[in-house]
């Protein structure tokens, strides 16, 4: 329980600490994409805006002849312009104007004719001209009821009672004679513009928490798949530690039971050399799994120096066979080799290991095959590796265990195992002696019928070259 709960508090702060940094850099996203949109857009009206005023502008000035005067081609340009003495132009009564005294305009609806820059004539942008002196001399469109002076070439944003933003830009018109005549006034409405923007701020404002609880969630998945493999290791160490607890109680129980049965009686020399005997035995097996122990840290680590060298496989086979025979005629088994190769197969690699993998799985293999059964040991060459099959007719391992015959000190028949002596890790060592060489190193097996171990190993390349070159 405790180990689950320590487990579940990690993963709850991963959980946390990803969904944090998820949502600060989505929020900080956010605002950025936010900024961004906005500033285009402004951008883009700016410039519209500017190019439409500079047309204007341009087109106005080579028909204006007396200063502060609308000419009546004006009008021909211009045909919706709303001018003093129309209906359309009318003024308050008061709010004056304190800088150029002028009253402030108010505006109705103009004429619905289009002039030639239609854009003005939408609802959206609006153009004032006035005198030097600021005040009104015609308009077109709607603009806001907000007085300012003008200045040339100058931006200004403008807001009226009701909130609405206004960004405009003025122009110092001039006569054909290059007289100062007025100013020119073109803005637009952002109330559209502004209700975008609100709109993209209430998804944000809405979406954000939704994409943060989503976020949450599969915060939580994948701290939970990143765990998995650490609390699988957690709980191997655990197994494995329980398992090296057990495999070593066995040998000292039994070593400090025949010491005390030893020191309560006085014992004849023969009978005290069977108790040194049994110790000694007791003492060598202890000593063999601390070995076996030792060894699969060390190939656990990856960070030894290995002292690779050449080593020939038909050597290694032909040596085992001949070691091990005396083994499979005491239990009753025919051992044999096939070699299937021409010529001899070098690896790189550590000549102890490579013995101590081939002998493993030789030993294995008689010591669950029965009597008048047989062992058979193969060498052959697929590709650029070497193939040593060690295939025997055994009682076979069931399938459900084939996945697991790997994993330290574990044993498809305990109980055989531990009348001959194993530890449970022969074929923990053969797979990690494997991989350390770079080889890979499969089962095939069925239940009564026996079962075959196949290891791949990479061939040098220098004999890679030689066996292509001779065939």
Not at 339 to 353: D, F
Request: net charge neutral.
């Amino acid at each position: 329980m405790q180990q689950n709960s320590l487990f579940n508090k990690t993963r709850l702060r991963l959980a946390f600490w990803y969904a944090s940094v998820m949502g600060l850099i989505l929020s900080l996203s956010g605002f950025g994409v936010y900024r961004a949109i906005a500033h285009a857009h402004m951008v883009a009206l700016d410039r519209e805006i500017a190019s439409v005023a500079g047309t204007i502008h341009d087109s106005l000035e080579l028909k204006l002849q007396n200063v502060g005067q609308i000419e009546p081609i004006v009008y021909q340009l211009l045909p919706d312009l709303c001018t003093r003495g129309n209906p359309c132009f009318a003024k308050s009564t008061s709010d004056q104007n304190s800088n150029n005294n002028c009253r402030v305009a108010i505006y109705t609806s103009a004429s619905s004719a289009r002039h030639i820059l239609s854009v003005v004539g939408q609802g959206n942008y609006y153009l004032r001209l006035l005198d030097l002196k600021g005040c009104l001399i015609g308009f077109i469109g709607m603009p806001p009821q907000v007085s300012s002076f003008p200045v040339a070439n100058q931006w200004q944003i403008l807001k009226d009672e009701q909130g609405n933003r206004y960004h405009q830009i003025s122009f110092l018109l001039h006569t054909n004679r290059q007289e100062n005549w007025g100013y020119i006034e073109l803005g637009r409405s952002f109330k559209e513009f502004d209700d975008y923007l609100s709109i993209v701020r209430i998804i944000l404002f809405l979406g954000l928490p939704i994409i943060l609880l989503l976020i949450g969630g599969s915060s939580w998945w994948l701290a939970g798949l990143a765990m998995k493999p650490i609390y699988q290791s957690y709980q191997q160490i655990q197994q494995f530690t329980a398992d090296a607890a057990h495999e070593l109680r066995t040998p000292l129980a039994a070593t400090l039971a025949t010491v005390e049965s030893a020191r309560k009686e006085q014992l004849e020399p023969l009978e005290m050399q069977n108790i040194l005997t049994t110790i000694e035995r007791q003492n060598r097996r202890l000593a063999t799994l601390v070995n076996d122990l030792l060894l699969l840290s060390r190939l656990d680590r990856q960070s030894m120096t290995q002292r690779f060298e050449s080593c020939c496989l038909n050597d290694i086979v032909s040596d085992l066979i001949e070691e091990l025979s005396a083994l499979a005629i005491a239990s009753n088994l025919t051992l044999t080799e096939h070699i299937l190769v021409a010529q001899p197969l070098y690896v790189k690699g550590n000549l102890e290991q490579l013995y101590r993998l081939v002998s493993n799985l030789i030993v294995n293999a008689i010591q669950y095959t029965p009597a008048k059964g047989q062992v058979k040991v193969t060498l052959n060459r697929v590709d650029n590796y070497g193939l040593i099959e060690i295939h025997d007719t055994g009682i076979g391992i069931p399938p459900s265990e084939q996945k697991r015959i790997f994993d330290r000190f574990y044993r498809v028949d305990s109980a055989r195992s531990r009348q001959t002596g194993g530890s449970g890790l022969g074929l923990a060592i053969a797979n990690a002696i494997v991989q350390a060489h770079q080889g890979s190193i499969q089962v095939h097996s069925e239940l009564g019928k026996g079962s075959t171990f196949t290891i791949r190993l990479p061939i040098e390349r220098s004999i890679q070259a030689h066996i292509r070159s001779n065939p």
